[in-house]
């Protein structure tokens, strides 16, 4: 099953531009970073999202964390059902916590072009 792509969404204007050894290099970094290709993380850029780099190993031990600690808490709703907020709560963080640090951020480009800083 094969999705039609609107014209908005089809890409056909190619771009191409020189850069230095080292820009090349961070480019490359920064885009392996995002998990991402260099040409998707230049159009992330373009759409005006402010992009992050990959959590490291650390995040996903405390998601994982926290979400046993969910657990625990699901597990006492029927002996204490004040326990149902605090999973409430902890749902909101988990959620908060990964449009932080794994969604990109959006920035206001006009913000920016009005300025004489793009």
Request: glycine share 6%.
């Given at each position: 099953m094969s999705r039609e792509k609107s014209e908005k969404d089809v890409q056909n204007v190619p771009i191409t531009f020189r850069l230095t050894e080292e820009e090349h290099e961070k480019l490359k970094q920064y885009s392996s970073a995002c998990g991402l290709s260099a040409a998707e993380f230049m159009r992330q850029l373009c759409r005006?999202?402010?992009?992050?780099?990959?959590?490291?190993?650390?995040?996903?031990?405390?998601?994982?964390?926290?979400?046993?600690?969910?657990?625990?808490f699901r597990k006492c709703v029927p002996f204490y059902p004040a326990a149902a907020e605090i999973c409430k709560?902890?749902?909101?963080?988990?959620?908060?916590?990964?449009?932080?640090?794994t969604m990109p951020q959006p920035f206001d480009m006009e913000k920016y072009a009005g300025k004489g800083a793009v």
């Open positions: 005006g999202n402010a992009l992050q780099p990959m959590p490291q190993t650390e995040f996903w031990e405390l998601l994982g964390k926290l979400y046993e600690v969910h657990d625990a709560e902890i749902e909101q963080l988990v959620m908060d916590l990964q449009q932080r640090f």
